[in-house]
């Protein structure tokens, strides 16, 4: 069955680093594309960023465009999100997410992680 | 940026009721639009694709509707288990835009 296991959260201050890692499984990691879903505390969900299966495109959020970087390693079946210049509004949990179709069809997504926690303090 | 509204906020039903949803696009995303359900402490669960689509295990009395820009997602009769936040989204354009969800709740 397919699993996606996040890490890497933990508390920053303001204007640091961090990378999030999503461990992949139960599926061929490199024919999905991949996206990034945060959830801030008591708000909804929002999408952050999406590779194709090869890696061969990226697209992102606004909010986040030019500050995190999505990437992926298909020898290693994990997806990345390196964030930099963190910002307050950028605590929430980050959920990696599985599109379902294969190739790059459509980027609807049918399988999530439990999500890593990203506190980011001032 | 595609704007998802949700209606209504919040929705009170007792078990075994219908409870229907509403997701509405600022422009039309034709039939690329997902219903998630959403439950403290786990990630959201895929039920609808395609508008319409059942994601694999999902139950029957999970049902979605429409195109264009007016969707609706119908639970036919409310289980315990079903009592959570529902969120939709579309996939036609960059950025994927999620609504603001439904919660629904036990009346």
């Known amino acids: 069955q397919v699993q996606l296991v996040e890490s890497g959260g933990n508390v920053v201050q303001s204007g640091r680093s961090l990378r999030l890692s999503c461990a992949a499984s139960?599926?061929?990691?490199?024919?999905?594309?991949m996206h990034w879903v945060r959830q801030a505390p008591g708000k909804g969900l929002e999408w952050v960023a999406v590779?194709?299966?090869?890696?061969?495109?990226?697209e992102y959020a606004d909010s986040v465009k030019g500050r995190f970087t999505i990437s992926r390693d298909n020898s290693k079946n994990t997806l990345y999100l390196q964030m930099n210049g963190l910002r307050p509004e950028d605590t929430a949990v980050y959920y990696c997410?599985?599109?379902?179709?294969?190739?790059?069809?459509?980027?609807?997504?049918?399988?999530w992680g439990q999500g890593t926690l990203v506190t980011v303090s001032s | 940026e595609i704007v998802m509204t949700q209606s209504p906020v919040t929705l009170s039903v007792s078990p075994g009721e219908r409870a229907t949803l509403s997701c509405r696009a600022s422009?039309?995303?034709?039939?690329?639009l997902a219903w998630f359900q959403k439950k403290p402490g786990q990630g959201p669960r895929l039920l609808i694709h395609?508008?319409?689509n059942r994601a694999t295990g999902i139950p029957a009395r999970f049902s979605g509707s429409g195109s264009g820009t007016e969707f609706t997602l119908t639970n036919s009769s409310l289980q315990s288990e079903d009592f959570a936040i529902y969120y939709c989204q579309q996939y036609n354009y960059w950025p994927l835009t999620f609504g603001q969800g439904t919660k629904v709740e036990i009346k």
């Open positions: 422009q039309s995303i034709t039939s690329n």
């Open positions: 395609g508008a319409f």
């Open positions: 590779i194709l299966y090869d890696g061969s495109n990226k």
């Open positions: 139960g599926f061929t990691f490199s024919t999905y594309g």
């Open positions: 997410a599985k599109n379902g179709a294969a190739w790059a069809a459509k980027h609807y997504l049918d399988h």
